[in-house]
């Protein structure tokens, strides 16, 4: 709520969330976050349709934390979770749980709508100038703290860095100023930029590389309402994942990325073993064969990377081959491995297993090999296993039917 009255902005961003299941915070990053509804922990749909419920209807009705620890101790005690949290008591260590739950959510949907509402071509028109205040908490960031009251032009970059929140628990706002508002707070103009100079880091779950901003928690260097309005999802295709069933078509789908022309050391012989191209396969991320390693993908979801992928299974659970080399699909290992570092598209729908319902995230991919054929890659995973599809036949009509559930990330074609 708004001055009384449904912060429309805010709601419209949790509505375009899709529901992933996940086990720890940083299952996803950045970006996934943004498209995500998650709960860490949660890895059955109905309690996290339960908790997404919950969230927006206090995000709509304003009902306040109270309401939503009720909601959240309703759904722990349906549904037994053990979920992580702080504290002595059972008492401590809901609330604590729930706060989390609920100041995240919270905080991330306000400051989406403020970006919507701040960006506004006619606001941005009459006050061009946005301030950094402070939350007040007692226990202050220092470096949020030296932000406060400091000045910056709304489009200064600085803000694609700072921009509130700025880690877990972190309070601080945006006030936006017209030129006159400025100068009464003495200024002449903007304040210096601050040099908050990037620095590398390593993703403890993958190896990869990570950027860190000095002041800001790991996993929140982002602006979480630039990335919402001009991120890895086309407006159009902001849409939540549909229930469990037919998954319909998506209306006005614009095309894919055009294909991407594949080198010669990208096919491999068709006359090698199937641990060869195995191998193939894994080397990109790092892992060798028996090996296990986990990879973030563009979108900022984490899959599972290691021989098991290829492994052919008795019921019993025995190794009893490897289907690498079937279907003569062995030649597109190292283009298999492309589609899932630099897809042209990735999209979440739900999958049939024996053992129930399960998340899929289905990597797609075109290529253009030599003498100008086409090539599809499509490559599905999900907690209890993975298929790939290849084939020639990469027409729209053809494509159109794998295109379905909800996008997470679709690549530039600029």
Known sequence: MADGLPFQEAIDFLAGKVNLPTRRWDDLKHAAHVRAFSVAGVTREDMLAD???AIEKARRDGTGFKEFQSDFNAIVERTGWKYFSHGKTE?????????????????TSYMAGRYAQLTDPDVLKYRPYWQYIHSGAEHPRLLHLSWNGRVWRADDPVWL????????????????????????????????????KPYEDTDPRTGQTEIRIPGIDRGWEYNVGHEWMHGIVPAELRK???????????????????????????????ELRPEQYVEAFLKPFDVKPGGYGYFRDVSGGIISVSQALFEQRTAEGTVIGLKSGKRDRGQYARLLANTIIAPD?????????????????????????????????????TSKGWTAITGFDATEN?????????????????
């Open 91 to 107: 008492e401590e260590r809901r609330a604590w749980r729930a706060r989390i739950i609920y100041t995240t959510n919270m905080r």
């Open 240 to 270: 939540p994942l549909p229930a469990f069933g037919e998954m319909p078509a998506v209306a006005d789908l614009p095309p894919m990325p055009p294909a991407t022309r594949a080198r010669a050391s990208d096919l491999l012989s068709e």
């Open 161 to 196: 860095r700072i921009y509130p929140p700025n880690g877990w628990g972190c309070g601080c706002d945006v006030e936006a100023l017209s030129e006159r508002e400025m100068r009464a707070l003495g200024k002449s103009g903007p304040d210096p930029t601050p040099d908050l």
């Open 398 to 414: 053809y494509l159109e039917k794998f295109r379905r559930g909800a996008l997470l990330y679709q690549r530039d074609a600029n």
């Open 51 to 53: 908790f997404r419920v």
């Open 345 to 381: 598209e990735i999209w979440a729908d739900w999958a049939q297993v024996k053992s129930g319902v399960v998340l899929r995230r289905a990597y797609l991919k075109r290529v253009t090999l030599a003498g100008g054929r086409s090539l599809f890659i499509r490559f599905e995973w």
